[in-house]
């Protein structure tokens, strides 16, 4: 099967920064979209920011000049570098993918999701 591994949440002040990493390891043929979402206490899951194989991004309105996504096709590895952190963006992060795991089949893959919590 295929695994997502999330690293690198904690506890930071505001204006902080923070650094996520996701590693997939498996069965793996090919990825292609990987991405960042996060749930907050309360709230529905939601988009944080997605990147294509093409490296194309997309990010949430909220974390747009603030985060940065990027991935290494070569190591199945994806990103999320986060800047100017805020307490609004507390919340647990789960890293998202498609992976192949042949030309045809694709499954919809999560990680157990890592706690980023901005406070002061």
């Known amino acids: 099967q295929v695994q997502l591994v999330e690293s690198g949440g904690g506890l930071v002040q505001p204006g902080g920064s923070l650094r996520l990493s996701c590693a997939a390891s498996?069965?793996?043929?090919?990825?292609?979209?990987m991405g960042w979402y996060r749930q907050a206490p309360g709230k529905q899951r939601e988009l944080v920011a997605a990147?294509?194989?093409?490296?194309?991004?997309n990010y949430a309105d909220s974390v747009k000049g603030r985060f940065t996504i990027s991935r290494d096709n070569t190591k199945n590895t994806v990103s999320l570098q986060m800047n100017s952190l805020k307490p609004e963006d507390t919340a647990v992060y789960y890293c998202?993918?498609?992976?192949?795991?042949?030309?045809?089949?694709?499954?919809?893959?999560w990680g157990q999701g890592t706690l980023v919590t901005v406070s002061s």
């Open positions: 998202n993918a498609e992976v192949f795991t042949s030309l045809t089949r694709s499954l919809e893959v």
């Open positions: 498996g069965n793996i043929f090919s990825i292609g979209v």
């Open positions: 990147i294509h194989s093409g490296a194309s991004t």
